[in-house]
């Protein structure tokens, strides 16, 4: 996987996780501009992920180990929530997942 892609894929995380972030507040009570950029953002995430040209499998794929780890890292120092072990453990799996996928069989 070459570097534009990495960025990419951390981008798109980025914009998942902070468009659900957002959303979620906008649905507590935060107000309707939180839930409109929760959208936008969600919105940005499925054309920013889009621009790797992979084939679909593969692209979410491996995207999905991404996605994994950046929310994970979200919870742990944005939220300050506690991650458990079997967290952790889990997404060590989904990584190797990704891994598997992106470096398996061509």
Known sequence: MNFIAWLIFILSAVLEVGGDAMT?????????????AGFVMLGCYGLVVNMVRWDFS?????YV???AL???LCGQFVFKENIPLSTWFG???IILGGATIQWGSK
């Open 91 to 93: 997404l060590g799996l």
């Open 58 to 62: 593969k692209l979410l794929g491996v």
């Open 24 to 36: 979620r507040k906008g649905l507590r009570g935060s107000g309707l501009f939180f839930l409109l």
């Open 70 to 72: 950046v929310s994970v």
């Open 65 to 67: 180990a991404v996605f």
